[in-house]
């Protein structure tokens, strides 16, 4: 079941000082909708149009990821709120369209950062996890190609087990696996480079990770009392943190 009560408008755009051909930002913006219109959308459930637009002529209501020069602490891109609408930013580097799409997608799977679903613990604990719903991190290193752009591969609602979201479809990018490409080969794992937080039943966060040649599990820690990012706010600046 979608997220959303009425199918989102997502704006690409960029700020000023990108030098950026129009071509260049239509294209990346047709092959986003390609890929949400014929891949995500059915799968996930969940349609969205995106536009393209140049700097300062985005419409009010919509969704907007904005291309910026340069991002603080290094990060490529991260999703959140501004004037209470979802939002990304995206670094300017030469695979940016593919940053694009995995904040896209992300957004629409999650559009406030805090979407649990109760899963298996990732650990082999035999207890019961919240796992938030973060639908490119556990392959990100994977992508396909959408009219010769290289867009973001993305896992599967059935990566979750046992959910209610309707729309699941199998990998048409593979004949088994539980993301698009088939990179990702049995719920709640990893590709190698990507990562999956939880929550237990304390309130701590949890990090299954498949960075470099070795896989781990890293201990995150509460969100404080007082502390009002959303989890996925919370998550990007401990992964950050970690060096990621």
């Known amino acids: 079941m979608s997220p959303h009560a009425i ?10 000082d990108v030098k950026m051909p129009p071509a260049q930002l239509a294209a990346v913006g047709a092959a986003l909708q390609k890929q949400v ?14 536009s393209a637009f140049p700097p300062g002529t985005v419409p009010p209501g ?12 290094g990060t490529l891109g991260y999703h959140h709120r501004d004037h209470r609408e979802p939002a990304a930013i995206v670094e300017h ?19 406030w950062g805090s979407r649990l679903v109760v899963a298996d613990d990732p650990r082999g604990t035999n207890k019961r996890v919240r796992v938030l719903v973060e639908a490119c991190d556990p392959c990100e290193n994977f992508s396909y190609s959408v009219d010769g752009i290289a867009v973001s591969d993305f896992v599967l609602p059935g990566y979750y087990g046992p959910h209610r979201w309707r729309g699941e479809g199998k990998s048409p990018g593979g004949p088994s696996g539980y993301s698009f490409t088939g990179a990702v080969a049995a719920p709640l794992s990893l590709a190698k ?7 237990d039943a304390k309130g701590v966060w949890w990090q299954q990770r498949w960075w470099g040649a070795r896989r781990s599990v890293a201990r995150l820690g509460r969100i404080g009392e007082g502390d009002s990012r959303a989890p996925r706010a919370f998550i990007d600046a401990e992964t950050r943190r970690s060096g990621r």
């Open 62 to 73: 919509y969704w907007t990821i904005l291309v910026q020069k340069q991002q603080p602490g």
């Open 37 to 50: 219109t014929r891949d995500f959308g059915p799968i996930w459930g969940v349609p969205a149009t995106v």
């Open 193 to 199: 480079g990507g990562y999956l937080s939880f929550v």
């Open 7 to 16: 199918p989102p408008l997502v704006a690409l755009t960029h700020d000023a």
């Open 93 to 111: 580097t030469r695979d940016w369209a593919l940053t694009a799409s995995h904040e896209l997608l992300e957004m629409l799977a999650d559009p």
